[in-house]
C-alpha cells in the first residue's frame, strides 16, 4: 500500500514551519509556501515559482493540497451561492457564500452531521458521521475565495470573502482540535487576514470548550439560545441537559473577558407556539438583562418536512423583537438568503448518511414539541 500524502492543508504556519523541519528544509519556507497556498490559493507545487526546484520536487512526492470536491454549485438570484462537497463514505457537507452590501460572510461546516440533535435543525436529524479535519474546515474557505475571486475579477490582494461563521453543518466546538488550527488559518495575515471580530464560532452551548476557546483563539462568539427556561431548552437544544443556562451564561461573561467584541450574540430560532410568546420573550430579558452583553438575533426557521415545526409568523416575530428592543437589548431579525437554493440556516441536509437514527426517535414524537395550546391570537 502507498502511503497517502500529507494534505498541506492541515497545517498552520507553526504546524506547517515543523513540516518544513521534519522534512529537513528551512522552517522560513513555510511562510512562502503557507502564502502560496492560502494568500495566492495555488495548490500546485510546481506553479511556486520562488521556491527551489529541488524542494517542489520534494514536496510533490510527499504531499499535497488537498481540496474538496464539489458535487453541486449552486448560485441563488440574491446571490447566495452554495457548494455541496463531498467527504467520502456517502457524507458530503455544505459552505454558502452570502454577499451583503458592505461584506461578504461565508458560513462553513464543521463536521459530516451532528450529534447535538437539535429538534429544530436538519443537519441534527441526520445524526452524527464525523469530525471534518482541519484540511477539511479550511479547504471549504480555499475553495470558496479563489472561486469567488476569479469570478469577481479581484487581483491577489483583494479578498472576497470578509467574514466567516462556523454555522455550517455540525457542532464547532465538539469537533475542537479540528477547529482551532483552521481559525488560526483565517486570522493569519499570511492566510486569509480576517480579523477576529470577523470570524465568527457558533455554539449550541459546550461550555468547558467555550473556556478553552477564550484561551486558545479567543474569536466572535455567537451562542444559540433558542429557550429563556431549562424546561424548554432541555428539550430543543438537549446538550442543554449536560450545561443548563446558568453554567452557559456564565461562561459567556468570562468569554467576554478575551472576546474581540464586547457582546455575545444569542441566536433564537422562532418556532410558532414553541418558544415565540411575548411572555417568553420577557422571560428572556430576565434572564439575560444585566447579565451578560448581548444581542438577539432572531432566525425565522426553515421548516423541512420531518420537523413536525412551524415558522413563526412574522407578527408574531416582531412583537417578540419589540419585548427585547424595548427592554434596551440590541434585537436583529435575520433575513432568509438562498432560500430557493435550500442554503438557508438549517436546510443544510446535504447526502449526510443517518447512522444514529435520531431521525426516527424525533419521527416517533419521544420529543413533543409543539405545545396544543399555542396561545396565539
Ligand atoms: N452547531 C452550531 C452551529 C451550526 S447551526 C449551533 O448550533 O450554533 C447555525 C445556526 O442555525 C444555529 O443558531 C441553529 O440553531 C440555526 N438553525 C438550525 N436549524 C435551523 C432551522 N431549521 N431554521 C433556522 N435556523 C436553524
Ligand atoms: Fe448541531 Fe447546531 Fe444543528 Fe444543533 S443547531 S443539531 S448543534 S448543527
Not at 427556561?229 to 428539550?235: G, I, N, P
Not at 451564561?249 to 418558544?275: K, W
Request: hydrophobic share 40%; with cysteine; charged share 25%.
Amino acid at each position: 500500500m502507498t502511503t497517502p500524502l500529507d494534505n498541506l492543508l492541515d497545517f498552520d504556519q507553526s504546524a506547517l514551519k515543523a513540516y518544513c523541519e521534519r522534512v529537513g528544509e528551512k522552517s522560513f519556507r513555510a511562510t512562502q509556501l503557507f502564502r502560496w497556498i492560502h494568500h495566492r490559493g495555488v495548490g500546485n507545487f510546481d506553479e511556486m515559482t520562488d521556491l527551489a526546484r529541488s524542494l517542489r520536487a520534494k514536496l510533490a512526492g510527499v504531499a499535497e493540497v488537498r481540496p474538496l470536491a464539489a458535487i453541486t454549485d449552486k448560485t441563488s438570484a440574491d446571490g447566495t451561492r452554495k457548494w455541496l462537497f463531498d467527504v467520502g463514505q456517502g457524507n458530503a457537507v455544505e459552505t454558502v457564500y452570502i454577499p451583503e452590501d458592505d461584506r461578504a460572510t461565508l458560513c462553513i461546516s464543521s463536521q459530516a452531521g451532528c450529534a447535538v440533535g437539535c429538534r429544530f435543525c436538519s443537519t441534527g436529524h441526520q445524526g452524527f458521521s464525523r469530525n471534518l479535519t482541519t484540511g477539511e474546515i479550511i479547504a471549504q474557505l480555499w475553495h470558496a475565495e479563489h472561486q469567488m475571486r476569479a469570478k469577481l475579477g479581484l487581483g491577489a490582494n483583494e479578498r472576497a470573502i470578509s467574514n466567516v461563521v462556523m454555522m455550517g453543518m455540525g457542532e464547532p466546538l465538539q469537533n475542537y482540535s479540528q477547529l482551532v488550527p483552521a481559525l488560526r488559518m483565517m486570522l493569519d495575515d499570511h492566510g486569509y487576514g480576517l480579523s477576529r471580530r470577523r470570524v465568527t464560532v457558533s455554539t449550541s452551548g459546550v461550555v468547558p470548550m467555550i473556556e478553552r476557546l477564550r484561551e486558545d483563539c479567543p474569536v466572535a462568539l455567537a451562542v444559540s439560545l433558542h429557550a429563556p427556561d431549562d424546561a424548554l431548552r432541555d428539550r430543543l437544544v438537549p446538550v442543554n441537559q449536560k450545561y443548563p443556562l446558568h453554567e452557559l451564561l456564565d461562561a459567556c461573561v468570562r468569554y467576554l473577558e478575551a472576546a474581540p467584541r464586547d457582546f455575545i450574540t444569542f441566536e433564537y430560532c422562532m418556532l410558532d407556539g414553541v418558544n415565540d410568546a411575548p411572555e417568553q420573550a420577557r422571560a428572556l430579558v430576565r434572564l439575560v438583562r444585566d447579565r451578560v452583553a448581548c444581542k438577539v438575533n432572531l432566525i425565522p426557521f426553515n421548516p423541512f418536512a420531518e420537523s413536525g415545526l412551524r415558522r413563526s409568523p412574522r407578527e408574531r416575530v416582531q412583537a417578540f423583537a419589540d419585548v427585547l428592543q424595548g427592554a434596551g437589548i440590541v434585537t436583529t431579525v435575520r433575513r432568509t438568503r438562498g432560500d430557493d437554493i435550500a442554503a438557508a440556516c438549517g436546510q443544510l441536509a446535504g447526502e449526510v448518511r443517518d447512522r444514529t437514527s435520531v431521525a426516527q426517535r424525533m419521527a416517533r414524537g419521544t420529543i413533543a414539541l409543539v405545545r396544543a395550546d399555542s396561545a396565539r391570537h
